[in-house]
């Protein structure tokens, strides 16, 4: 009897170590919006970036610090004149549902996502001709020199490849559409539930490093201190990047100081805040208007008093790791309350019951801002609302949701001021530069100015061949940008994640925002 009972106990503990041995490896992380998974085409801009680059593959892939790697492309050739481009494509590749991955099936994502009006920022987009020179070598060939195409192809989106049995085209609309988001990338779609959760499996086809993980949860939770708390009580294990589920400053530094099992990551960033104005306001188009807003902001006590050392003072419209900047031509004006006044004054706005005046009309604006990506705008418009307010100014704020503030920037242009954030890693400086100040979504309007001039100069940044001739072009950019006083700088961030190292083991920050973590190293305990 006493036999039966130890090889039963025996058996018992043998099951329970089978069982915990084979439990799945899950991981989930909180996210402030929905994947849009139905509609995640590769050449499309629908859904998060970083389940781009987890879904699909580029030719190549951003390495960091300038730094292009390979990824679907072993190797290239660019001709001497920088318009030609030859692709050496990785063999043995195949997409998650099984069809090869070739030179064919590049030509045909090529054709897709280039020479398309919404992608009209990008040189990349400015292809003349695609060839299948063998199965396994493409050429590009572009309209001009372009000397961040190799940068604009490692973009999470739209320049990414899907398999061709992937998309189909609706005979009612005579759009193309996909039946799934199927790519070459490490991860495949396993679930989705909308504005709940969608669920990322390994891709059993992929060619490169297998992750340790068998499941990643995104699980939808738009409000950030929901987020936070649903990290505390273990309803998720990952909170953080730009452009995942921000950490608001005030619980990271909460976070920061604990000692339990919750530990805290920082990765800087070359994105900078900040406030920009709609020219279309008179206004806002006299030149001592904005350079009085310029001095109003103090930039220091924004980092001090509201994130708390999280970041740092703005010192210009772009952080000074952004390529060409100089401390000459990247500047902003020093806070000075009394200097500000002082142009207003001589602008003829007179201070009447509080606000500014002239010819009637009353120094107001609206100062459109959203909170889901970035949680911490709510304080920062009511710090920059009260500080404009010291020298007259009266704002109304308007907090909107993720669609609307998107929607008024590009397209309807309903602002007066705007918090906005500039690009990171790859897209700066030029990607920025063009959205910015050059023309978005085919309009020759950027979004946060225009001039004429300004854009000739980026432009000639973007085609020059030289080196020296590119750098001179930034130069006259930036400083123009600076002396014209053409935006408000208020801050430059840090992503911060939050951990459960409890569950969690081998976290790792991404080498971008687009890829925001090591996926492939996480493991769990």
């Given at each position: 009897?006493?036999?039966?009972?130890?090889?039963?106990?025996?058996?018992?503990?043998?099951?329970?170590?089978?069982?915990?041995?084979?439990?799945?490896?899950?991981?989930?992380?909180g996210?402030?919006?929905?994947?849009?998974?139905?509609?995640?085409?590769?050449?499309?801009?629908?859904?998060?970036?970083?389940?781009?680059?987890?879904?699909?593959?580029?030719?190549?892939?951003?390495?960091?610090k300038g730094?292009i790697?390979?990824?679907?492309?072993?190797r290239?050739?660019?001709?001497?004149?920088?318009?030609?481009?030859?692709?050496?494509?990785?063999?043995?590749?195949?997409f998650?549902?099984?069809?090869?991955?070739?030179?064919?099936?590049?030509?045909?994502?090529?054709?897709?996502?280039?020479?398309?009006?919404?992608?009209?920022?990008?040189?990349?987009?400015?292809?003349?001709?695609?060839?299948?020179?063998?199965?396994?070598?493409?050429?590009?060939?572009?309209?001009?020199?372009?000397?961040?195409?190799?940068?604009?192809?490692?973009?999470?989106?739209?320049?990414?490849?899907?398999?061709?049995?992937?998309?189909k085209?609706?005979?009612?609309?005579?759009?193309?559409?996909?039946?799934?988001?199927?790519?070459?990338?490490?991860?495949?779609?396993?679930?989705?539930?909308?504005?709940?959760?969608?669920?990322?499996?390994?891709?059993?086809?992929y060619?490169?490093?297998?992750?340790?993980?068998?499941?990643?949860?995104?699980?939808?939770?738009?409000?950030?201190?929901?987020?936070?708390?649903?990290?505390?009580?273990?309803?998720?294990?990952?909170?953080?990047?730009d452009?995942?589920?921000?950490?608001?400053?005030?619980?990271?530094?909460?976070?920061?100081?604990?000692?339990?099992?919750?530990?805290?990551?920082?990765?800087?960033?070359?994105?900078?805040?900040?406030l920009?104005?709609?020219?279309?306001?008179?206004?806002?188009a006299?030149?001592?208007?904005?350079?009085?807003?310029?001095?109003?902001?103090?930039?220091?006590?924004?980092a001090?008093?509201?994130?708390?050392?999280?970041?740092?003072?703005?010192?210009?419209?772009?952080?000074?790791?952004?390529?060409?900047?100089?401390?000459?031509?990247?500047?902003?004006?020093?806070?000075?309350?009394?200097?500000?006044?002082?142009?207003?004054?001589?602008?003829?706005?007179?201070?009447?019951?509080?606000?500014?005046?002239?010819?009637?009309?009353?120094?107001?604006?609206?100062?459109?801002?959203?909170?889901?990506?970035?949680?911490?705008?709510?304080?920062?418009?009511?710090?920059?609302?009260?500080?404009?307010?010291?020298i007259?100014?009266?704002?109304?704020?308007?907090?909107?949701?993720?669609?609307?503030?998107?929607?008024?920037?590009?397209?309807?242009?309903?602002f007066?001021?705007?918090?906005?954030?500039?690009?990171?890693?790859?897209?700066?400086?030029?990607?920025?530069?063009?959205?910015?100040?050059?023309?978005?979504?085919?309009?020759?309007?950027?979004?946060?100015?225009?001039?004429?001039?300004?854009?000739?100069?980026?432009?000639?940044?973007?085609?020059?061949?030289?080196?020296?001739?590119?750098?001179?072009?930034?130069?006259?950019?930036?400083?123009?940008?600076?002396?014209?006083?053409?935006?408000?700088?208020?801050?430059?961030?840090?992503?911060?994640?939050?951990?459960?190292?409890?569950?969690?083991k081998?976290?790792?920050?991404?080498?971008?925002?687009?890829?925001?973590?090591?996926?492939?190293?996480?493991?769990?305990?």
């Amino acid at each position: 009897m006493m036999k039966k009972r130890i090889a039963a106990a025996a058996l018992a503990a043998l099951a329970l170590f089978a069982g915990a041995a084979c439990a799945e490896k899950v991981v989930t992380v909180g996210v402030f919006r929905d994947g849009a998974i139905a509609r995640l085409d590769a050449a499309s801009y629908n859904g998060p970036h970083f389940l781009f680059k987890m879904i699909y593959d580029g030719l190549v892939e951003d390495g960091g610090k300038g730094h292009i790697l390979p990824q679907l492309a072993e190797r290239w050739e660019i001709s001497p004149d920088g318009k030609t481009y030859t692709f050496h494509l990785r063999k043995g590749v195949t997409f998650s549902d099984g069809t090869p991955f070739d030179a064919d099936a590049v030509v045909f994502n090529m054709k897709r996502w280039t020479n398309q009006k919404i992608n009209s920022s990008m040189k990349a987009n400015e292809l003349e001709k695609a060839e299948a020179l063998d199965p396994h070598t493409v050429r590009f060939t572009f309209k001009d020199n372009a000397y961040q195409i190799l940068t604009e192809l490692t973009y999470p989106r739209p320049n990414r490849f899907i398999s061709p049995k992937a998309v189909k085209l609706n005979a009612e609309t005579g759009k193309e559409e996909i039946t799934a988001p199927i790519g070459t990338g490490m991860w495949m779609v396993q679930s989705y539930k909308k504005d709940q959760e969608y669920t990322l499996v390994p891709n059993p086809h992929y060619w490169g490093e297998k992750p340790k993980l068998d499941k990643i949860v995104f699980k939808v939770i738009p409000d950030a201190q929901a987020r936070v708390m649903a990290l505390k009580t273990g309803e998720i294990d990952i909170l953080g990047g730009d452009y995942v589920g921000k950490l608001p400053v005030e619980s990271y530094v909460e976070l920061r100081g604990q000692n339990g099992d919750i530990k805290t990551w920082q990765k800087a960033t070359e994105c900078s805040h900040f406030l920009a104005m709609n020219q279309a306001n008179p206004a806002l188009a006299d030149k001592a208007v904005r350079q009085a807003l310029n001095y109003a902001v103090d930039q220091a006590a924004i980092a001090k008093y509201l994130y708390d050392g999280v970041g740092f003072a703005a010192t210009g419209a772009f952080q000074q790791n952004v390529p060409y900047t100089t401390p000459e031509n990247n500047y902003t004006l020093p806070a000075d309350t009394a200097k500000a006044r002082q142009l207003l004054d001589a602008a003829g706005y007179s201070l009447k019951d509080g606000v500014r005046e002239r010819d009637g009309k009353k120094l107001a604006f609206r100062l459109v801002f959203t909170t889901g990506e970035f949680p911490e705008w709510k304080a920062l418009s009511e710090y920059v609302q009260a500080q404009f307010a010291e020298i007259g100014v009266s704002v109304e704020l308007k907090p909107v949701d993720r669609s609307a503030y998107y929607d008024a920037l590009a397209r309807t242009r309903d602002f007066d001021l705007a918090l906005m954030r500039t690009s990171t890693a790859s897209w700066m400086p030029h990607g920025a530069m063009i959205l910015l100040f050059g023309e978005h979504v085919g309009q020759q309007e950027g979004e946060a100015w225009y001039d004429p001039g300004l854009l000739a100069d980026i432009r000639s940044a973007y085609t020059a061949v030289d080196e020296a001739e590119r750098a001179k072009a930034y130069d006259r950019a930036y400083r123009f940008i600076s002396a014209e006083s053409l935006v408000v700088p208020v801050y430059f961030p840090v992503t911060t994640f939050a951990v459960n190292t409890a569950k969690v083991k081998d976290f790792e920050p991404g080498v971008n925002s687009y890829a925001p973590v090591e996926w492939q190293k996480l493991d769990v305990k």
